[in-house]
């Protein structure tokens, strides 16, 4: 026996576990490390780097393994505790950043014990497939989680896994415009890699830990039962960690949820055709809709974001309230009248389009799989009514939308005019293209301001407060705007984007001032252009996100009109709505998919 190495004895395979495909026979990287194997061939020397040893072990790592054996075993050492970490944190993470903290990480997942036990029990090639479906499989679960997350801090409501995906071409057009092409580039190149990574990482991890359970099969089945035991009195018990249980399921529920989510996305679709079917003015001949509204210019706008935060929170409503008094002053002094209430938006933090299309369609538009099959279909939408009666030019002012919409003709509107259709020779201010007093100015230089035209009925998107706030235009003198590269100007005077996300404080601040903008630019307007014949319905589509939310879980937006003609509001008088721009706290509350029908009832024929 050479002096460098030790005796040691062949295990009895009955006995110890070991298998004859080599689980345990194999090289062990912290059983041999410290043992420079290669010298008991012949001692300093006796081999060439890289082959293996006489003993029919590997060197390992280019030959670094046997030059550093002490080195080796505590790298070693290292990454199995790294992959039992990474694993555990797997296992465990939320899917919610407002869950994340430490006590989430000190819980016994039933699933780790379990699957542990399932390899264990295993014969090896089965055992050996497992350990890298799993691995991959709690890997994309991983990812998954941070999607939620990501979709929890910006939608409020997980990831959907069937109908979401379109939704990520969104965020990246929206790195684009908030931070450029290269921060675009480099921000989707981080992510791509860190989940490719994080697939590979755990599969690795889970094998690793795998083959070391192995290794130590008496000492893995025993802590396994321990743990079992540990599991089932701790659930039992109802045992927690402050608030948290320190026996967990959570993914076997998070994955159970998901299923529940599919199938309820599929039953979803056969209750949306049964709902879309029913329309109360299908058969209504066209003479006798919206019959109280003949002659009259009505538009219809939705102020990106306007939520009912924006009122009520501490925070925000002191200097909100006084520019909606101000604003009804502006507008009274004019000789406008006005009338508020609230609506239920179907959706929070973004989805514009799914509140738009509730509003104008009369139904709930919740997710991407009912806009779908809305925008197919030949629902009859509150702009498409207004087109029947052949008593109106209908267009849109969309300055949100920079590339083809072919939803556009679903809403039966004549013309569109989209950002690049405004004249703006200006910035953009990060995601929006076109701050919201040139998208004024431009719908009456367009369309209001022409002579010995039609009445017209116009959607009008404000985009100014879209997310991020930053940087946020200005009002300036509705002489000055020009071309709109007045706003070149405005825009360096702005915040930074970048800086201002850093601080949930500064964000709530810059959503303040952007809401402000987008009703006096719109309040303005009505104050100069504005005169017997308009009419102006204006309401938030969403609230924000919920970093400017701070907890408030509400979905209410506020809706206003405006009318010069009392007959107009008259119309309305027995909906409950409070007097100006403000609705009480108390004003009726209607989800917003009723909108559509009680709006054209009010106008319809009277009794």
């Given at each position: 026996?050479?002096?460098?190495?030790?005796?040691?004895?062949?295990?009895?395979?009955?006995?110890?576990?070991?298998?004859?495909?080599?689980?345990?026979?194999?090289?062990?990287?912290?059983?041999?490390?410290?043992?420079?194997?290669?010298?008991?061939?012949?001692?300093?020397?006796?081999?060439?780097?890289?082959?293996?040893?006489?003993?029919?072990?590997?060197?390992?790592?280019?030959?670094?393994?046997?030059?550093?054996?002490?080195?080796?075993?505590?790298?070693?050492?290292?990454?199995?505790?790294?992959?039992?970490?990474?694993?555990?944190?797997?296992?465990?993470?939320?899917?919610?950043?407002?869950?994340?903290?430490?006590?989430?990480?000190?819980?016994?997942?039933?699933?780790?014990?379990?699957?542990?036990?399932?390899?264990?029990?295993?014969?090896?090639?089965?055992?050996?497939?497992?350990?890298?479906?799993?691995?991959?499989?709690?890997?994309?679960?991983?990812?998954?989680?941070?999607?939620?997350?990501?979709?929890?801090?910006?939608?409020?409501?997980?990831?959907?896994?069937?109908?979401?995906?379109?939704?990520?071409?969104?965020?990246?057009?929206?790195?684009?415009?908030?931070?450029?092409?290269?921060?675009?580039?480099?921000?989707?190149t981080a992510v791509v890699v860190l989940f490719v990574a994080l697939v590979v990482l755990t599969t690795l991890a889970v094998v690793r830990l795998t083959n070391l359970m192995?290794?130590?099969?008496?000492?893995?089945?025993?802590?396994?039962?321990?743990?079992?035991?540990?599991?089932?009195?701790?659930?039992?018990?109802?045992?927690?960690?402050?608030?948290?249980?320190?026996?967990?399921?959570?993914?076997?529920?998070?994955?159970?949820?998901?299923?529940?989510?599919?199938?309820?996305?599929?039953?979803?679709?056969?209750?949306?055709?049964?709902?879309?079917?029913?329309?109360?003015?299908?058969?209504?001949?066209?003479?006798?809709?919206?019959?109280?509204?003949?002659?009259?210019?009505?538009?219809?706008?939705?102020?990106?974001?306007?939520?009912?935060?924006?009122?009520?929170?501490?925070?925000?409503?002191?200097?909100?309230?006084?520019?909606?008094?101000?604003?009804?002053?502006?507008?009274?002094?004019?000789?406008?009248?006005?009338?508020?209430?609230?609506?239920?938006?179907?959706?929070?933090?973004?989805?514009?389009?799914?509140?738009?299309?509730?509003?104008?369609?009369?139904?709930?538009?919740?997710?991407?799989?009912?806009?779908?099959?809305?925008?197919?279909?030949?629902?009859?939408?509150?702009?498409?009514?207004?087109?029947?009666?052949?008593?109106?030019?209908?267009?849109?002012?969309?300055?949100?939308?920079?590339?083809?919409?072919?939803?556009?003709?679903?809403?039966?509107?004549?013309?569109?005019?989209?950002?690049?259709?405004?004249?703006?020779?200006?910035?953009?201010?990060?995601?929006?293209?076109?701050?919201?007093?040139?998208?004024?100015?431009?719908?009456?230089?367009?369309?209001?301001?022409?002579?010995?035209?039609?009445?017209?009925?116009?959607?009008?998107?404000?985009?100014?407060?879209?997310?991020?706030?930053?940087?946020?235009?200005?009002?300036?003198?509705?002489?000055?705007?020009?071309?709109?590269?007045?706003?070149?100007?405005?825009?360096?005077?702005?915040?930074?984007?970048?800086?201002?996300?850093?601080?949930?404080?500064?964000?709530?601040?810059?959503?303040?001032?952007?809401?402000?903008?987008?009703?006096?630019?719109?309040?303005?307007?009505?104050?100069?252009?504005?005169?017997?014949?308009?009419?102006?319905?204006?309401?938030?589509?969403?609230?924000?996100?919920?970093?400017?939310?701070?907890?408030?879980?509400?979905?209410?937006?506020?809706?206003?009109?405006?009318?010069?003609?009392?007959?107009?509001?008259?119309?309305?008088?027995?909906?409950?709505?409070?007097?100006?721009?403000?609705?009480?706290?108390?004003?009726?509350?209607?989800?917003?998919?009723?909108?559509?029908?009680?709006?054209?009832?009010?106008?319809?024929?009277?009794?």
């Open positions: 026996m050479s002096p460098f190495t030790r005796s040691r004895p062949q295990p009895d395979s009955a006995e110890s576990g070991t298998e004859p495909d080599g689980d345990a026979t194999g090289p062990d990287p912290v059983r041999d490390a410290d043992v420079p194997r290669g010298a008991a061939a012949g001692g300093e020397g006796s081999g060439a780097a890289g082959e293996p040893d006489p003993d029919g072990g590997r060197p390992g790592w280019f030959g670094w393994r046997r030059r550093h054996p002490r080195a080796a075993h505590r790298v070693s050492l290292a990454v199995t505790v790294l992959a039992g970490l990474l694993v555990l944190v797997a296992l465990l993470l939320p899917n919610r950043i407002e869950r994340l903290e430490f006590t989430s990480f000190l819980r016994i997942p039933a699933e780790g014990v379990l699957l542990a036990g399932l390899l264990l029990a295993l014969p090896p090639r089965p055992r050996r497939i497992t350990a890298v479906v799993t691995g991959m499989l709690l890997g994309l679960l991983t990812v998954l989680k941070f999607l939620d997350m990501g979709f929890h801090q910006v939608l409020a409501r997980p990831f959907d896994l069937v109908l979401d995906w379109i939704l990520l071409d969104d965020a990246t057009d929206f790195l684009r415009e908030s931070f450029g092409r290269t921060g675009q580039v480099l921000a989707v192995v290794r130590h099969r008496h000492t893995a089945g025993r802590t396994v039962l321990v743990l079992g035991t540990a599991w089932m009195t701790c659930m039992t018990l109802g045992l927690q960690i402050g608030t948290v249980p320190i026996a967990t399921k959570g993914n076997a529920d998070f994955v159970g949820n998901r299923v529940e989510q599919v199938r309820a996305g599929l039953r979803d679709a056969r209750v949306f055709r049964e709902q879309a079917a029913v329309d109360a003015f299908a058969k209504t001949p066209p003479d006798r809709l919206l019959t109280g509204l003949r002659g009259k210019d009505v538009l219809f706008t939705f102020i990106e974001s306007y939520g009912r935060v924006a009122i009520d929170d501490p925070a925000m409503a002191a200097q909100t309230d006084a520019v909606l008094r101000e604003s009804t002053a502006g507008l009274k002094s004019a000789g406008f009248a006005s009338r508020s209430g609230w609506l239920r938006s179907p959706v929070t933090g973004a989805g514009s389009w799914l509140a738009h299309s509730t509003f104008l369609s009369g139904l709930w538009i919740k997710n991407q799989q009912r806009y779908r099959s809305l925008t197919t279909s030949d629902r009859m939408t509150l702009t498409k009514y207004f087109g029947k009666t052949g008593a109106w030019r209908t267009v849109g002012i969309v300055p949100g939308v920079r590339r083809a919409w072919p939803e556009g003709k679903f809403f039966g509107l004549d013309h569109i005019y989209d950002s690049e259709h405004l004249g703006y020779h200006g910035p953009y201010f990060s995601w929006t293209p076109v701050p919201d007093q040139f998208s004024m100015e431009a719908f009456q230089r367009l369309e209001h301001g022409k002579k010995d035209r039609e009445p017209i009925m116009a959607e009008i998107i404000l985009a100014s407060s879209h997310n991020p706030w930053s940087p946020v235009a200005h009002m300036i003198d509705w002489e000055d705007l020009g071309d709109g590269s007045v706003f070149h100007r405005i825009k360096k005077e702005g915040t930074d984007p970048k800086e201002v996300w850093k601080d949930p404080e500064k964000v709530r601040a810059e959503y303040r001032k952007a809401i402000e903008y987008s009703i006096r630019s719109l309040t303005e307007w009505m104050q100069r252009y504005g005169d017997e014949d308009t009419v102006l319905v204006f309401l938030g589509d969403h609230q924000p996100v919920p970093t400017v939310l701070a907890g408030d879980t509400g979905r209410d937006v506020p809706i206003s009109i405006v009318a010069k003609d009392s007959k107009v509001l008259d119309r309305v008088a027995d909906w409950g709505w409070t007097d100006g721009l403000k609705p009480a706290a108390d004003a009726p509350r209607w989800g917003m998919d009723k909108f559509r029908d009680r709006f054209m009832t009010a106008y319809g024929p009277q009794p």
